[in-house]
């Protein structure tokens, strides 16, 4: 991979190598882009079989940092850490300390929080050494609620434009996955909504609990794709668009709470192609970003709801440019972070004098 190529084709700000001999930490700390405001990212831990997948890595992540941001309203830029290491084995208080004051060296232009192999303890231990660390013990703690919160108002958005009403009353909806995003988004269609809700899970005791406590109804795993629903909420894993599942869906709209729902672009085409209304995960499922942003004004749960309900005027908008644009909503959302970050950037850069 040639670095500054790649970074000069996707506006890239910034690239750190972040190394510590006695706690043996190998970091790399990457911001994208910070028109809007100071990066924020999660750190993931990670064992990378070449140190280039690592740079890779921090590169796309902490673009899709910037791209969730902005099209979530925040003003945030972004940025995301990599440690290359395993999780499981290669922590330790040293670790976190060293990587503490590489973010506190920045500045304040990255703000860090927890990612795949990090925890909540393990930032606890990085507040120690930079007051640029989001989402530790005691502070905004589980963001799922939030999620789910968001995805709901999302999917009222996308109700709106298939089915003429915002209501989800009588909708059929398939969750597939009662964790938990899931459970709370099984909650809300359920208890607020009065929707039909068809859930699925690997695991019987998540599935047992919602079931327990509301009245939804349970498929097996294999079976949620092709359930004749009007919706499909994928809270579960990533990928689960792809040309086997394509086939099956009936549903009209997609709208969950999974991160990387699509397999590859294509299958955004295709949904397209197909009047699959999809809600572009990144959009739909940023109540989790807000409410770790919330943290940097004095974290307040009520505010941090109120701003993942404008998660329904986000999905709106991105509906708005795939009409305008006739592109695919996975592309909409991309052009509406853009255009953002582009018309920020313009009214910033306004001299003040003071
Ligand atoms: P979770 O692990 O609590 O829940 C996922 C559930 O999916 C589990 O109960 C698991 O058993 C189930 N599952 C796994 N494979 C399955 C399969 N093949 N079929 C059916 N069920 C299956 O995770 P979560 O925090 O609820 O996150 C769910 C998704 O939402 C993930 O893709 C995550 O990246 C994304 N997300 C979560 C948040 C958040 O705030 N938690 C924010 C943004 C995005």
Redesign the pocket.
């Known amino acids: 991979m040639k670095i500054f190529d790649y970074m000069e084709k996707y506006d890239f700000e910034q690239l750190v190598f972040n190394y510590d001999k006695t706690s043996g930490l190998k970091a790399l700390i990457c911001i994208h882009n910070t028109v809007l405001g100071p990066a924020l990212g999660g750190t993931r831990m990670w064992v990378y079989d070449k140190e280039e997948d690592a740079i890779e890595d921090v590169l796309r992540l902490a673009r899709g940092m910037t791209y969730k941001a902005a099209v979530t309203g925040l003003n945030l830029g972004g940025g995301k850490a990599v440690i290359i290491g395993d999780p499981k084995k290669e922590k330790s208080e040293g670790m976190w300390r060293a990587f503490g004051r590489f973010v506190q060296s920045l500045n304040g232009r990255y703000y860090t929080a927890i990612d795949m192999g990090t925890t909540i303890y393990d930032m606890e231990i990085v507040a120690q050494e930079t007051d640029f660390v989001t989402g530790i013990p005691g502070a905004s703690g589980?963001?799922?609620p939030?999620?789910a919160y968001g995805v709901w108002h999302g999917m009222q958005a996308c109700a709106e434009e298939a089915f003429g009403s915002r209501s989800l009353k009588g909708k059929k909806i398939a969750v597939?996955?009662?964790?938990?995003?899931?459970y709370y988004l099984i909650r809300h269609l359920v208890e607020d909504e009065g929707a039909e809700v068809i859930a699925?899970?690997?695991?019987e005791n998540?599935l047992n609990k919602v079931v327990d406590e509301f009245a939804v109804k349970v498929v097996k795993?294999e079976e949620?794709y092709s359930l004749d629903v009007d919706i499909f909420a994928p809270?579960?894993?990533?990928a689960v668009i792809n040309d086997k599942t394509m086939e099956q869906i009936k549903a009209k709209v997609i709208a969950g709470?999974?991160?990387?729902v699509l397999e590859a672009e294509k299958h955004g085409e295709i949904l397209a192609e197909k009047g699959i209304l999809y809600a572009p995960d990144y959009v739909i499922?940023s109540?989790?970003l807000i409410?770790v942003a919330d943290e940097l004004k004095g974290y307040d749960r009520e505010r941090a709801l109120r701003t993942a309900s404008g998660i329904y005027n986000n999905v709106k908008q991105v509906i708005e440019i795939a009409r305008r644009d006739n592109v695919p909503t996975y592309k909409a959302a991309d052009r509406l972070a853009e255009e953002r970050i582009e018309k920020m950037g313009r009214i910033q850069s306004n001299f003040i004098p003071g």
Not at 176 to 182: E, H, K, P, S
Not at 257 to 260: C, T
């Open positions: 589980d963001p799922s939030v999620t597939q996955g009662a964790g938990n995003v899931g699925t899970d690997i695991d998540k795993p949620i809270c579960a894993l990533g709470g999974a991160n990387n499922n109540g989790g409410n």
